[in-house]
């Protein structure tokens, strides 16, 4: 019943750099293609919050505390999503899920873990 996975999280320095990937299931191929697929992030304690978005036509859009850092791209041929994340700061430090808001109900990964750490 999974149909959204994320994958590349990791432990790096600050500085460095990591990529997420989502893909999603063929089951909700026409959804993920359609509607704008949103990576989120939780930390521990903390409410989950958007990061980045990309629409059908590849707009992207970011909370400002990544602009210029991170960036979204998709590959519709692939059905997957990814974040390209660069200049990691330890507030980066979260729970990174990916997301489509589909027309009856909304889809989340499992999450992949960043941290952020010297």
């Known amino acids: 019943q999974v149909q959204l996975v994320e994958s590349g999280g990791g432990s790096v320095q600050p500085g460095g750099s990591l990529r997420l990937s989502c893909a999603a299931s063929?089951?909700?191929?026409?959804?993920?293609?359609?509607?704008?697929v949103g990576w989120y992030r939780q930390a521990p304690g903390k409410q989950r919050d958007l990061v980045a978005q990309?629409?059908?036509?590849?707009?992207?859009t970011y909370v400002d505390s990544v602009k210029g850092r991170f960036t979204i791209s998709r590959d519709n041929a692939k059905n997957m999503v990814s974040l390209q994340m660069s200049s990691l700061k330890f507030e980066d430090t979260a729970v990174y899920y990916c997301?489509?808001?589909?027309?009856?109900?909304?889809?989340w990964g499992q999450g992949t873990q960043v941290t952020v750490s010297s």
């Open positions: 063929r089951s909700i191929f026409s959804i993920f293609s359609i509607y704008p």
């Open positions: 997301n489509v808001h589909g027309p009856n109900r909304d889809y």
């Open positions: 990309i629409t059908r036509g590849g707009t992207a």
